[in-house]
Structures are given as structure tokens and as C-alpha cells.
């Protein structure tokens, strides 16, 4: 399977089955299914996911589970008002940092052929760093499919980039993507391991915020892990009100030979 920014998983794909509420309990479902499987056997995919919203998961856990998929993981969804976050600790936030070596910047600021290479540099290695299962892998995307994704997309909201430099590496970095509603969606916010635990995802974090409150963004919405205890922790004191859960199901078409 291809992602958007044009990273590769390796042996698996994302599934979809979802049948309108008058056409159920007909078997359409069970049919779609044994499709969606066969054809991602017949593509040597050898696990298969499909996402589930805790709203359906009454419903939809008993159908996965009989046809053999476990639960992988869970996501906590979490919506924030731009404009009723306190961020009058920002500026002496960026001005700490700073005063370690650390800068805060829009990645427009910086933007060159060079801060692009960068770029790419520095997300790849934070892209693995994020919490997933193990034998979840992927093909990281060449840096022209990166770059393409980032700068000639429709998604990105350029304007809302923010990273952390040390001297001229990037080692941080906060995005907003846009919604077809008129909101906006956290992308990624990561520090590389080197340089976390000093509140750069914080300060990127409410760097984009602000962003958004002075854009008249009225909701931001994003989803992390539910076990990564540090981004929902940072995610509670900007305000984001947690949601519902996004339920991870996997099935395993084939085993090793």
C-alpha cells in the first residue's frame, strides 16, 4: 500500500468495509469482505487492516473477530479550539530554547533546495521513531515523492510548518494539514530522539496553535497512539478534549514459509 506521502508498507494494506444501514444483516458485508481478501491474497499481502470508530465497534468487532482479525492498536482521537488556548508562555519558551542552541522557525523562513534535503533528513528518522507494533514496516518514500507530497500537494498547510533547528539541522517539526470542512488536522509533531526531553514538541506544538487561532482555524483535530503517554499528555495542556477511539483490527493471510 502507497500512503499519501509516499511511503510503501511492506506486506500489508488498509482495508474498507462498510455497508449503508438499510442494505445490512443481508450478507453484502460478508461478501465484500471475502472479496477485499482474496484480491489483497492474490497481491501477496500478507496482513490486512481494517480501522474501526468505537461508535461501530459494537457492531463491527464481532464480524472481524469471526473472521479471524485481532486487535492491533488504538488511536485517541482529540479535537482543540485554536482560540481559547493560553499561550502566553510561548515566547519565553522559544527564547529558552534558544538560549540552548535550540531556534523555532517557519519552515518558510528557511526554505531552500538545501532546508528541503533537510527536511527529508530529519521527518524520515522521526516517521520511525513514532510508536508502532514491530512487524509494522514500511519503504520510506525517495525525497522527490516526499518533497512532492509536502510542497505540491493539496493537504499541507505550508504557511502552518514550524521546526527546530540546531545550527542548520532540523530536529523538530509541526504541521497543520487542511480539512475539507474548513478545519485542520495536526500532520506529524516529532523531536529526534537526540534533542527530546526538552520541551521542543511543546513549544513546535503551540508554535502551530497560534497559527491556527490567528488563521481563524476554529477546531484542530488529530489522533495519536493511545499508549503514547507524552504527546497526549502535551495534547491535554493545549487544550485538545479527547474523542473517541480508532480501533486497529489485523488479519494474518499468510504465514512465513
Do not use: C
Request: proline share 5%; glycine share 8%.
Amino acid at each position: 500500500m502507497l500512503g499519501e506521502d509516499g511511503s510503501r508498507l511492506k506486506d500489508r494494506a488498509q482495508g474498507l468495509v462498510g455497508v449503508a444501514v438499510p442494505y445490512r444483516r443481508q450478507g453484502l458485508g460478508a461478501r465484500l469482505a471475502d472479496e477485499l481478501e482474496r484480491f489483497a491474497t492474490d497481491n501477496q499481502v500478507k496482513w490486512l487492516e481494517i480501522d474501526v470508530r468505537e461508535s461501530n465497534l459494537a457492531g463491527a468487532e464481532p464480524f472481524l473477530r469471526a473472521r479471524g482479525f485481532v486487535e492491533l492498536e488504538r488511536y485517541r482521537t482529540s479535537v482543540q479550539q485554536p482560540a481559547r488556548v493560553d499561550l502566553s508562555d510561548l515566547d519565553r519558551r522559544r527564547s529558552q530554547l534558544r538560549g540552548d542552541g535550540i531556534e523555532t522557525t517557519a519552515f518558510a523562513t528557511i526554505d531552500s533546495p538545501q532546508a528541503r534535503e533537510e527536511l527529508y533528513r530529519a521527518t524520515m528518522p522521526i516517521w520511525r521513531d513514532m510508536p508502532h507494533e514491530p512487524h509494522v514496516d514500511w519503504e520510506d518514500p525517495p525525497i522527490e515523492t516526499f518533497l512532492k507530497s509536502v510542497f505540491e500537494g493539496p493537504s499541507v498547510l505550508l504557511d502552518s510548518y514550524f521546526v527546530a533547528l540546531d545550527g542548520d539541522h532540523i530536529v523538530g517539526l509541526s504541521y497543520l494539514i487542511r480539512r475539507p470542512d474548513g478545519d485542520a488536522e495536526v500532520g506529524d509533531t516529532g523531536v529526534l530522539r537526540s534533542h527530546r526531553r526538552r520541551g521542543i514538541a511543546r513549544t513546535l506544538k503551540m508554535m502551530v496553535t497560534r497559527h491556527a487561532a490567528e488563521h481563524g482555524i476554529k477546531r484542530v483535530h488529530t489522533d495519536n497512539r493511545a499508549d503514547n503517554t507524552g504527546m497526549l499528555a502535551i495534547n491535554r495542556e493545549l487544550g485538545f478534549v479527547p474523542g473517541e477511539q480508532i480501533i486497529i483490527f489485523e488479519k494474518t493471510l499468510r504465514s512465513e514459509a
